[in-house]
């Protein structure tokens, strides 16, 4: 769920401003869950921007302490969301942690990095939910080191049923700053797209797990 449609209009804006979705339907971008697609949001870009790095955290920030009150520590999901978890810490003044996909090798072989106690209230910060895997993965282990997970947010969702139906099943409540829906229309009010592209977007998007595999 988007935190409110303003914010989610101003997040296509800025993604799009700076160049931060791909797409390419020829030659498709494999995600993190192994789906082929034609289009790629690439918020770690944001990173490179003060101006629209700051906007992203200042919305999370107010916005998090509306939804969720203010938690104990921000948890952001590696690598994509450490930066900008860390400026969202930073600005509401918290302690910062980062969960990496699976525990390190080596080391103190952590997956959870960071100083946390047991029965922290956590609010996790993701960049992009496409499946919801990643995000429940590092909710999973920082619930593991015993954290008390209030709950989710993240600038972009693609606002796909299998990462609905994920994290209720999971009971974790996710507001994100953007959305995919909002993206769309903010692409094709600005042009940014073709409209053969739009039509490979509204294709894909009915069934974005098949699309692109080979049918033998
Ligand atoms: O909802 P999902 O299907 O899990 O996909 C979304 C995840 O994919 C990306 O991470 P990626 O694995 O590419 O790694 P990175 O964050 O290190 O770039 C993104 O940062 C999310 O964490
Ligand atoms: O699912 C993914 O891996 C993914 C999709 C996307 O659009 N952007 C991204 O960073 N990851």
């Known amino acids: 769920m988007i935190f409110n449609t303003d914010t989610a209009k101003k997040t296509a804006e800025?993604?799009?401003?700076?160049?931060?979705?791909?797409?390419?339907p020829k030659n498709p971008f494999t995600w993190a869950s192994g789906w082929k697609s034609p289009i790629y949001c690439d918020n770690r870009i944001t990173l490179s921007f003060p101006p629209i790095r700051n906007y992203l955290r200042e919305e999370f920030a107010k916005n998090i302490e509306k939804q969720f009150g203010k938690p104990d520590v921000i948890a952001g999901v590696a690598t994509g969301a450490i930066g900008i978890g860390m400026l969202v810490a930073e600005i509401m003044g918290l302690p910062f942690v980062y969960v990496r996909p699976e525990p390190k090798k080596h080391g103190r072989e952590n997956q959870v990095e960071g100083f946390l106690q047991k029965g922290q209230n956590v609010l996790v910060v993701e960049d992009l939910i496409s499946t919801g895997k990643s995000s429940l993965q590092a909710i999973e282990a920082l619930k593991a080191a015993g954290a008390n997970v209030?709950?989710?947010?993240?600038?972009?969702?693609?606002?796909?049923?299998?990462a609905e139906k994920n994290f209720k099943d999971a009971n974790i409540?996710?507001?994100?700053?953007?959305?995919?829906?909002?993206?769309?229309?903010?692409?094709v009010a600005r042009q940014y797209i073709t409209e053969d592209e739009y039509d490979t977007l509204k294709e894909w998007r009915k069934s974005?797990?098949?699309?692109?595999v080979e049918v033998e």
């Open 14 to 24: 800025l993604l799009l401003q700076i160049n931060a979705i791909k797409l390419n």
């Open 150 to 162: 209030k709950g989710m947010v993240a600038i972009f969702t693609y606002g796909f049923d299998i």
């Open 173 to 187: 409540e996710v507001y994100t700053l953007g959305n995919y829906d909002m993206l769309l229309k903010e692409a």
């Open 208 to 212: 974005p797990s098949t699309w692109g």
